[in-house]
C-alpha cells in the first residue's frame, strides 16, 4: 500500500520547512514507550527509566501514549506555514494549551481510534449515538484507552491542561537537555532541504524517504506506508518536519483545514536501505547459502576450502558467494593467489532491525 502526495498545483512558496519541538517531543516520548524499534531512544529511555520520578512521569507516559502512537494526534505537529523555521518549545507548548476545545477533541480521536473513517469524530461532544460507537470502538482496543478517550471528549478542558502540564513536566526532565544536542542537527537538514527544493522545485519532496518514488503523468510522490490515501496539499500548502527519534518512520499528516504535514527522519536510519534489506532477505532463503555462512563465521575460507567442504563444484560455490556479497553478508580479501571469504556479522544483526523497519513504516 501507499500515500500518494499529488505535486498538481503545489507552488514552491506553500512548501515550508519546520523543526518543530514540539513534534520532536512526541517522538521522543514514543521511542522511550516504544523502545522495541526505535534504538536511537535507547539513551533517552534509559535516562527515563532511571529517573526518580519515574513512576510518576512514565506512568503519565503511559496514560497519554495513544496520542503519540501509531497515529499521532495532528496537534503534535505544525498547524500553519506561517513562523520561524525553528520554533520554541515553550510557545508551542502555550498554543497547544490556548487551542480550541473542539478541535482539540477532533484531532485526538483518530489516536484513540487508530482511525475510522466511518465515524464522524466532529460532534463527539455534542453526538450522543456517535459517542456511544466512538467509546465501543476504543473500548475494543483497551480499557486504559478508554478511560482517556473518555476524559478528553467529556472533560476536554481538564484533560487538554494534564496533557500540557505532563508535556511541561516531561521537557523539564528529559527533553531540553536531548534537545539542546538535536537543534542545531534539524536545523541544519531543514536547510538542506529548503536548498533542495530551491533547486530542484516541489518534487525534491520525494528525497524526504528512500522509499519514496517521483511519478510523472500526472506529477505525484508515492510513499511506501501500511495504509493507502490520497493527499493533494495544494490547497492547504505542506509542512515538512525534520526528526531524529521518528526513526524507523514516516508521517504523513492530513486534515481537513490543515496543512499537509510530511515528517521524516534525518540521517541514516536503521532499515533504510530498502534494496540491501530485500536482498539480504532473498539471499539468505536459500539453505545451501545458510550452510556457507555458517562454514565462513568463524574461518575465513577459499571458494576450493568450501567446494570440498560443501561438497559441491566451485561455480555453485561462486554463485552462491556471489548473491551473498550483493547482499552485502559477505567479504572477501586476497591473500597473494588465493582470496578468502568470510561473513559479514554486521549486516546479520541489523538485519532483524531492518525487517522492522519496514514493517513499522
Not at 51 to 60: K, N, P, T, Y
Not at 237 to 258: M, Q, R, T
Request: net charge positive; hydrophobic share 45%.
Amino acid at each position: 500500500m501507499a500515500v500518494t502526495a499529488s505535486l498538481a498545483g503545489l507552488r514552491a512558496n506553500a512548501v515550508v520547512v519546520r523543526v518543530d519541538p514540539l513534534a520532536e517531543l512526541g517522538s521522543m516520548l514514543h521511542a522511550i514507550t516504544h523502545g522495541d524499534h526505535h534504538p536511537r531512544g535507547q539513551r533517552v529511555r534509559g535516562v527515563a527509566y532511571a529517573d526518580e520520578r519515574q513512576g510518576e512521569l512514565l506512568a503519565r507516559a503511559r496514560h497519554f501514549l495513544p496520542l503519540y502512537g501509531a497515529i499521532r494526534a495532528r496537534y503534535l505537529m505544525p498547524v500553519s506555514l506561517a513562523g520561524r523555521r525553528l520554533a520554541q518549545i515553550e510557545d508551542r507548548l502555550d498554543e497547544l494549551g490556548a487551542m480550541n476545545l473542539d478541535a482539540f477533541v477532533e484531532q485526538s480521536a483518530p489516536s484513540l481510534i487508530e482511525f475510522s473513517r466511518d465515524i464522524d469524530v466532529r460532534h463527539l461532544r455534542t453526538d450522543c449515538q456517535a459517542r456511544r460507537e466512538f467509546f465501543r470502538r476504543v473500548e475494543r482496543l483497551s480499557l486504559s484507552r478508554l478511560e482517556l478517550a473518555v476524559e478528553i471528549v467529556e472533560r476536554p478542558a481538564a484533560a487538554l491542561a494534564g496533557l500540557r502540564d505532563f508535556l511541561h513536566a516531561v521537557t523539564n526532565d528529559w527533553f531540553h537537555e536531548e534537545w539542546a544536542q538535536l537543534a542545531s542537527r534539524l536545523v541544519d537538514d531543514a536547510r538542506r532541504k529548503e536548498n533542495d527544493l530551491a533547486r530542484r522545485g516541489v518534487s525534491a519532496i520525494v528525497s524526504v524517504s528512500p522509499t519514496a518514488a517521483l511519478r510523472r503523468d500526472p506529477d505525484r510522490v508515492v510513499f511506501d506506508k501500511v495504509n493507502q490515501a490520497m493527499v493533494k496539499p495544494a490547497g492547504s500548502g505542506l509542512i515538512v518536519v525534520p526528526s531524529f527519534y521518528l526513526a524507523p518512520h514516516l508521517i504523513i499528516k492530513h486534515d481537513p483545514g490543515l496543512p499537509v504535514v510530511i515528517a521524516y527522519a534525518i540521517g541514516p536510519a536503521a532499515g533504510d536501505g530498502l534494496d540491501v534489506t530485500m536482498k539480504r532477505l532473498s539471499a539468505l532463503h536459500d539453505g545451501m547459502r545458510i550452510q556457507i555462512c555458517r562454514a565462513i563465521l568463524r574461518t575465513p575460507r577459499t571458494t576450493v576450502d568450501l567446494a570440498h567442504k560443501m561438497r559441491m563444484t566451485e561455480p555453485q560455490v561462486s554463485r552462491h558467494l556471489r548473491a551473498l556479497r550483493e547482499a552485502e553478508l559477505v567479504t572477501a580479501e586476497r591473500r597473494g593467489r588465493h582470496v578468502y571469504y568470510s561473513l559479514e556479522t554486521q549486516g546479520l544483526s541489523e538485519l532483524g532491525t531492518q525487517v522492522l523497519a519496514l514493517l513499522y513504516r
